[in-house]
């Protein structure tokens, strides 16, 4: 829908214990504004992940594995990332440790350590 920046998708099991001929995982791309894709620490599984893509969408795969059957595997998820990728990874993380934080104070103010 034209999002524009950046997407993380990170410890995702992408299994499917299914036939073989299960439907496929389709991450789908509109517009023309540029988007990074980032699958990190995922799991591929019997799996058929599709991209419907424009050209101003990158992925970066970073630290995923797959159960060696290939005739299972529709999309390799070899690494492929560049030193901003592992940078736009660690900004990801540390949104997740901020959320993390927020929540502790909101929902469970008496868990956080005073100093």
């Known amino acids: 829908e034209n999002y524009r920046g950046e997407l993380f998708i990170g ?3 992408f299994s499917d214990h299914r036939a073989l001929g299960a439907p496929p ?4 791309q509109t517009g023309e504004a540029p988007l990074d894709v980032t699958l990190f620490g995922c799991f591929f599984y019997g799996a058929k992940l599709m991209f419907e893509k424009q050209d101003t969408m990158r992925l970066f795969m970073i630290g995923s594995s797959r159960l060696t059957v290939p005739q299972f595997i ?12 592992l940078a736009a990874v660690s900004r990801a993380l540390d949104d997740l440790r ?10 469970h103010p008496e868990a956080l350590v005073q100093p």
């Open 11 to 13: 410890g995702k099991d």
């Open 25 to 28: 995982q389709v991450i789908r």
């Open 74 to 85: 529709q999309q390799d998820p070899a690494d492929a990332f560049d030193d901003k990728a």
């Open 98 to 107: 901020r959320l993390g934080e927020m929540d502790l104070k909101l929902n």
